[in-house]
């Protein structure tokens, strides 16, 4: 399709003004981080890393950040095993309710975080009786995080086919040795960048994590909103903030990067 110079400059336009209201408010936080001014006036009137010593002093700051690191980390432990399970029964067999299976499995990413969130503290208060803490967090995350596992896996499975799988088979090889041998080598890039996009995915999370967090459990992000309207704490959220930009963007720049390599090889 070809455009005209009008046209392509309206486009450009619009293209360049929807990313600066996406990335400019990130770019702020980010200057904000070493704003001299506790109040943040801006613009800055200097440069400072007070705020990030303090930061990184403070022990609130750091028992959240390991936290969210290992909710994140037994999060996507679960969803790369159970979203590659699931992807192997879904694409590899036929059953009766099949894609009614599909659907449920996809469904928790598409629901609304408060519903998700009301129905989990439903089911562990008010069902099974379990007190919040830091593994209801991690279930909770663990439902959303298989989704990208899932459907990484799935796709990949999907554009592999299954004439090496019934090769192995035909040699003698077992449903494990197969699988172990032949299919995980060829998933192993797909599992990757589904468990890059899940640690993002969960270290990030806050609105089904406040629903299913303990009063001991204090995650990254709830920190940020238990502290950002205290004056004496505005810059240091500022600082965590920025931690969380990093630690939510690097997984997903890698997991694109990887899937990028991936595709130009073939």
């Not at 619009?14 to 006036?41: C, D, E, H, R």
Request: net charge positive; hydrophobic share 55%.
């Amino acid at each position: 399709m070809t455009l005209s110079p009008l046209a392509r400059r309206v486009l450009a336009g619009l293209t360049f003004g929807v990313l600066a209201l996406i990335y400019l408010p990130l770019l702020i936080v980010v200057a904000n981080s070493v704003n001299p001014s506790q109040s943040m006036t801006w613009p800055p009137r200097g440069v400072t890393f007070e705020w990030w010593e303090r930061a990184a002093h403070s022990s609130g700051v750091r028992e959240a950040l390991v936290t969210s690191l290992q909710v994140a980390v037994v999060a996507t432990a679960l969803a790369l095993l159970l979203g590659t399970l699931l992807a192997l029964a879904l694409q590899r067999y036929s059953f009766f309710g099949k894609s009614s299976v599909n659907l449920l499995v996809i469904l928790p990413i598409a629901l609304p975080g408060v519903v998700t969130g009301i129905a989990l503290n439903n089911g562990f208060k008010g069902i099974l009786g379990v007190d919040l803490s830091i593994w209801t967090i991690v279930i909770a995350h663990a439902t959303f995080c298989i989704v990208t596992v899932f459907n990484n896996v799935q796709a990949r499975l999907r554009r592999l086919g299954t004439s090496l799988e019934e090769a192995s088979a035909d040699l003698g090889a077992g449903v494990l040795t197969t699988f172990r041998l032949v299919t995980l080598p060829q998933l192993r890039s797909a599992l990757l960048a589904g468990g890059m996009l899940a640690f993002a995915l969960s270290f990030d999370e806050i609105i089904v994590t406040t629903f299913t967090a303990g009063n001991g459990a204090t995650t990254l992000p709830i920190w940020i909103l238990n502290n950002m309207f205290r004056p004496n704490q505005a810059p240091v959220v500022n600082v965590v903030a920025v931690v969380l930009i990093v630690f939510s963007i690097l997984p997903v720049w890698l997991a694109q990067r990887l899937s990028s390599d991936v595709e130009a090889a073939r």
